[in-house]
């Protein structure tokens, strides 16, 4: 029967978004940055990198605390997905994905109420001099 199997393609679509703040391991991708940045695994400034990326990961999060009722349900469940794909979690990714999301629809809004620009037919143009 086709129906069944139909439910279970689409059962993800309908999984609810939470409504707090994902908690991503953001360890892994701040090493990563810290490394890519070191000029060896053994670089001691490695571990300040790490600390660092960590911190402003964290202090990334509490602003998306802050802003998450703000944001459609569509785009959360979207930007979860695309921050946390590939194994690498980032709430900075995650953040700019949302204020992504909400920039493409406010320009669609912009451009519903903007009126075209006011142009002169080329026939009615003065010749320039």
């Known amino acids: 029967m086709i129906l069944p199997s139909l439910i279970v393609l689409g059962a993800h679509l309908?999984?609810?978004?939470?409504?707090?703040?994902p908690r991503l391991n953001?360890?892994?991708?701040?090493?990563?940055i810290a490394v890519q940045g070191?000029?060896?695994?053994?670089?001691?400034?490695?571990?300040?990198?790490?600390?660092?990326?960590i911190q402003t990961e964290n202090e990334v999060r509490q602003e998306l605390v802050?802003?998450?009722?703000?944001f459609p349900a569509a785009d959360k469940t979207h930007c979860i997905s695309e921050a946390t794909m590939g194994g690498d979690s980032s709430y900075?990714?995650?953040l700019t994905c949302?204020?992504?999301?909400?920039?493409?629809?406010?320009?669609?809004?912009?451009a519903d109420t903007t009126p075209?620009?006011?142009?002169?037919?080329?026939?009615?143009r003065q010749p320039k001099r």
Not at 26 to 32: A, D, L
């Open 26 to 32: 953001v360890e892994q991708v701040c090493r990563g």
């Open 38 to 53: 070191g000029s060896s695994f053994h670089d001691p400034a490695i571990a300040k990198e790490t600390d660092d990326c």
């Open 92 to 94: 900075t990714e995650l």
């Open 98 to 110: 949302l204020e992504m999301a909400a920039d493409v629809r406010n320009l669609g809004k912009d």
């Open 14 to 21: 309908l999984t609810p978004v939470s409504d707090s703040v």
């Open 66 to 70: 802050k802003r998450w009722s703000t």
């Open 116 to 124: 075209p620009p006011k142009t002169t037919p080329a026939s009615h």
